[in-house]
């Protein structure tokens, strides 16, 4: 089966940098995204990765890793406004995305 | 970004009523939206897949003659939650993408909640 693996919930401290990291098992891989939902908002893209290796945006950055099958999502200086949700999802064979269950992060002062 | 635009933002409706939800791409052709369901604290859940012109294809346990999706254009789609149930209420959210490879853009979900 296909299956996407994120920790539940993270906490970290504001200015600090976190790293949530996503492994994942799919038939096939067209790509993987990063985005943030807040509490009752719809997600928002926040990156997309398709080959290996490092992609920066400010101040997240997402990596991947297609022979392991992981990436992570960086956050660096991190604010009270990056308390969110992170979603991984992985385009599939069929261009499907599959989602991961979120990781809750938690920042405090 | 594209622009996706999903209404209402949130409804209140009756047992046994229908309510119908837009999703509009604004600024692109979509052929293919999506349609999720999110109850509190949990992620997305893929109820179907909307093909212009052509019928939705319903994921597993989705119940097609309750959840009705039509995709009349290119940048609308609906979705007609038919005679509602409390068990129903949830956050819906739609997305459409420009292209197979490329990235979702979500509309601003629609919060519904059966009386």
């Known amino acids: 089966g296909q299956n996407i693996d994120q920790p539940t919930e993270m906490t970290a401290t504001e200015g600090a940098i976190v790293q949530i990291n996503c492994t994942y098992q799919t038939s096939g891989f067209n790509g993987l995204f990063w985005y943030q939902q807040h509490a009752g908002e719809a997600p928002t893209f926040l990156s997309y990765n398709v080959l290996d290796g490092l992609e920066e945006k400010g101040r997240f950055s997402s990596f991947l890793s297609r022979s392991k099958g992981y990436s992570y999502l960086l956050l660096k200086e991190l604010q009270m406004k990056d308390s969110a949700s992170y979603l991984c999802a992985v385009k599939d064979s069929n261009y499907q995305l599959i989602w991961g269950a979120g990781t809750k992060l938690i920042i405090k002062p | 970004g594209a622009v996706v635009s999903q209404h209402p933002s949130r409804v209140i409706c009756k047992s046994g009523t229908s309510v119908k939800i837009e999703c509009r791409s604004l600024?692109?052709?979509?052929?293919?939206m999506f349609w999720y369901r999110q109850f509190p604290k949990q992620s997305l859940m893929l109820m179907a897949t909307?093909?212009?012109?052509?019928?939705?294809?319903?994921e597993q346990g989705v119940e097609k003659d309750k959840f009705l999706i039509n995709h009349a254009s290119l940048t609308l789609s609906t979705l007609t939650v038919t005679s509602a149930h409390p068990e129903d209420s949830s956050f819906y959210i739609c997305?459409?993408?420009?292209?197979?490879?490329?990235?979702?853009?979500f509309g601003q979900g629609t919060r519904l909640t059966v009386v």
């Open positions: 909307s093909n212009e012109g052509s019928k939705a294809t319903y």
């Open positions: 600024d692109f052709q979509a052929t293919t």
């Open positions: 997305s459409a993408s420009q292209g197979r490879a490329t990235e979702a853009f």
